[in-house]
């Protein structure tokens, strides 16, 4: 059974920092896509970042900002945010994508944590 639990989340404010940390269990990290997704209130669920073996990508509107990584001898992967603006605020979630795909769309991920509630104060 995989499960990915979500870490970190809290109240900042504008222009703070906040690390959030996904740990994996049940034995496909080392192959798989991690990406993180958030989802404001009344807003659909988006892509944020995402990281393979060799790659990473961005939300443009995170690019310069957030950081995505991984340290596999952990299981662990993390998103490194500073400059925190209000409009992040949202409920973040962590994903697997097993095949190691580096994807964007919440349909490719077939394993998802429960989420942290990030909220950036003015």
């Known amino acids: 059974q995989v499960q990915l639990v979500e870490s970190g989340g809290g109240l900042v404010q504008a222009g703070g920092s906040l690390r959030l940390s996904c740990a994996a269990s049940g034995g496909l990290f080392s192959t798989a896509a991690m990406g993180w997704f958030r989802q404001a209130p009344g807003k659909e669920r988006e892509f944020v970042a995402a990281?393979?073996?060799?790659?990473?990508n961005y939300v443009y509107s995170v690019k310069g900002r957030f950081t995505i990584s991984r340290y596999n001898a952990k299981n662990t992967a993390y998103l490194q945010m500073n400059s925190l603006k209000p409009g992040d605020t949202a409920v973040y979630y962590c994903?697997?994508?097993?095949?190691?795909?580096?994807?964007?769309?919440?349909?490719?991920?077939?394993?998802w944590g429960q989420g942290t509630q990030i909220t950036v104060a003015t």
């Open positions: 994903a697997a994508e097993q095949g190691g795909r580096l994807s964007s769309g919440v349909s490719e991920y077939d394993y």
């Open positions: 990281i393979s073996w060799r790659a990473t």
